[in-house]
């Protein structure tokens, strides 16, 4: 197993070229699993946490496997790990929230325009429709879109080209909350914020969940 980590690197598209590059196409699965857990980790004592004992200890466990168990069981740790941090962060927003409306109104706007930061900086799938958006505002048509994806990420690329048009989609629902000025529904800023870590058919999954929920609350904002 690499013991290189996601931190090391200055974006995750390096660190997945890094994997691509060194790691042999049959360890690539336990690599980058290994590298979420290590990414996981880092986030936690970003938000001056320790990471749980329980997962540590699984981790030490899992690294004295073979394989294809030691995969399986990353993946599996990876999913627990996720669901805790998603609700220690869910529980962190709430509690930092004011009594007072105006607050949690501004609260809500810096919120949103914080995560979009980081996913023009984090998810490199984000990062081409911003650059898109930014360089050529007056050809933003569909053909052009869908042409612009094709040179990018090359038409053999299908899941990285379905990903990176749900990313432009998300940016379009934040951007009506953002000026709306409304709270995203519960728990979603987490999960918006990992999505691009995910790997395989979960990614979609994922993504696809969050956008219905947007979509949901905000055909709910335009009716009220």
Not at 26 to 39: I, N, Q, W, Y
Not at 128 to 147: I, K, M, P, S
């Amino acid at each position: 197993m690499t013991r290189k980590t996601p931190s090391e690197f200055t974006s995750h598209d390096d660190w997945l070229s890094y994997v691509s590059r060194e790691i042999d196409v049959s360890d690539r699965p336990c690599a980058l699993a290994f590298g979420r857990v290590e990414l996981f980790r880092s986030f936690y004592g970003m938000q001056g946490h320790e990471f749980p004992a329980p997962f540590a200890t699984d981790f030490e466990r899992i690294d004295d496997m073979h394989e294809p168990e030691r995969t399986a069981a990353l993946e599996t740790l990876n999913k627990s790990i996720l669901a805790n941090l998603t609700q220690l962060l869910a529980d962190q927003s709430r509690s930092s929230l004011s009594a007072s409306d105006p607050l949690a109104r501004r609260s809500s706007r810096e919120q949103i325009q914080q995560l979009r930061s980081h996913l023009a900086l984090k998810n490199p799938y984000f990062a081409l429709w911003t650059v898109y958006t930014n360089g050529e505002r007056e050809l933003l048509t569909a053909e052009d879109w869908h042409q612009f994806l094709l040179q990018q990420l090359g038409p053999e690329c299908i899941e990285e080209i379905e990903f990176t048009r749900a990313m432009a989609e998300l940016d379009k629902l934040l951007t009506l909350f953002h000026d709306e000025n409304r709270k995203l529904p519960s728990l979603s800023f987490e999960r918006i914020w990992f999505l691009h870590y995910l790997s395989g058919p979960e990614r979609m999954l994922q993504t696809c969940a969050v956008l219905g929920m947007l979509a949901a609350e905000s055909a709910t904002c335009t009716s009220a």
